[in-house]
């Protein structure tokens, strides 16, 4: 039997073909979709997500919707509904969120693909917690259609595998305009940056694997600012209505989010949105020059299972947020153990429309890695 948390439904029969776990945030034609939320817990949609329907009619076989933060907001997957989703990879951790379902799935040998959603680092966040690859899409590029918003100018769709090619291949169908390509490390410039930010050991194994980039390079890179109001404003929006009639129905940790983001001003809001435009031409200029950003995924591995979410929120998205402000591709890659043994993950990012491009660097860079690795490396699913 799977692990208790992961899956919420499974489907009676899997017929042959690559097993792709959902996030319970996709509509699924007669099969349960809670949206991680218990007013939604007998939904059985009668239409089947965009992005799901092209990975079926590429052969992917559903093997099960996968738990998840209520409602897609937070970066635990405690669900105070559905059960809190276990790390595979790290027992005793959280597996992060709001995908977490989805990637422990993976790491615990029940899928080989599995689809996520992404707001402020929600596929590349569980990805480093549970030691497996995400890929958040540029902006717009992967259909959300059949997928409940969170915050919809932030809110990305894409894939998750136990290897880049993994998510490049799902990439192939989710996306007409995408197609693969291949890239030697020594041919692209990167920009490093944040890893002094970062936990000793997670710095260690970030900039190790940065290093197999011949053309390396530091980088001063901005973090947002003043920025969040406007995913605050979006998330109210989406919830205003179902929240004035359903309040006591949102378990505690969402609602108390909710709350906050109603509270958002008009002036608060239309400050975000100029600053929003100011990051990025600040992001711009001052990536001007290279092919890829290379970053850590996280800060610090996965936190403790009891650990309250609001008190790591910003710690997690810290590094991963920012590239849904600018609406930009970016992969999360297991790079090491680091502090207490559990994975490491480095972010490599790439400019608006260059998705092929950074999953060829990480194909690229997952190939080297897998060369030499360190002795300590863990493996998705140990």
């Not at 105070?80 to 379902?101: D, E, L, Q």
């Not at 291949?169 to 041919?187: C, G, K, N, R, T």
């Not at 890659?333 to 608006?352: D, F, K, M, R, V």
Request: proline share 8%; aromatic share 6%; with cysteine.
């Amino acid at each position: 039997m799977p692990p208790e948390g992961i899956f919420l439904a499974r489907p009676e029969a899997v017929r042959a073909g690559e097993l792709l776990a959902v996030k319970d945030l996709f509509d699924t034609a007669g099969l349960t979709t809670t949206y991680g939320s218990i007013l939604f817990a007998d939904h059985v949609p009668v239409g089947t997500a965009e992005a799901v329907r092209r990975l079926q009619l590429a052969g992917y076989a559903l093997a099960g919707k996968t738990n998840l933060h209520e409602f897609a907001y937070g970066v635990t997957s405690q669900n105070p509904h559905f059960g809190h989703v276990p790390n595979p990879t790290a027992p005793g951790r959280i597996a992060g969120g709001s995908s977490g379902g989805s990637a422990a799935a993976l790491a615990a040998g029940l899928a080989v693909a599995a689809l996520g959603s992404d707001s402020g680092g929600s596929i590349r966040i569980p990805a480093a917690c549970c030691g497996v690859v995400g890929f958040k899409p540029t902006f717009g590029l992967v259909s959300l259609e059949g997928c409940f918003p969170l915050a919809p100018s932030f809110d990305h769709a894409g894939p998750m595998a136990r290897s880049v090619g993994g998510c490049t291949a799902m990439m192939a169908a989710l996306a007409e305009a995408f197609a693969p390509i291949e890239v030697a490390l020594d041919e692209l410039e990167v920009g490093l940056a944040w890893t002094e930010l970062a936990d000793p050991l997670v710095r260690e194994c970030v900039e190790a694997a940065a290093a197999r980039f011949p053309r390396l390079r530091r980088l001063d890179l901005p973090l947002p600012d003043d920025v969040h109001p406007v995913f605050m404003r979006e998330v109210a929006d989406v919830h205003r209505e179902l929240f004035a009639e359903h309040a006591d129905a949102y378990g505690e940790n969402v609602r108390a989010k909710v709350e906050l983001c109603l509270r958002v001003a008009d002036a608060e809001y239309e400050r975000g949105l100029r600053a929003r435009e100011d990051y990025r031409q600040a992001f711009e200029a001052a990536t001007r020059g290279v092919n890829l950003v290379a970053t850590p995924t996280l800060g610090l591995v996965a936190p403790p299972s009891g650990v309250d979410e609001r008190g790591v929120r910003e710690a997690l998205i810290r590094f991963t947020y920012p590239f849904n402000a600018l609406g930009w591709p970016a992969l999360a890659l297991p790079c090491g153990a680091a502090e207490h043994g559990h994975p490491a993950s480095i972010q490599l990012a790439g400019t608006a429309g260059a998705d092929a491009l950074v999953l060829a660097a990480g194909e690229a860079l997952e190939r080297a890695l897998r060369a030499a690795p360190t002795a300590s490396s863990p493996r998705p699913g140990q």
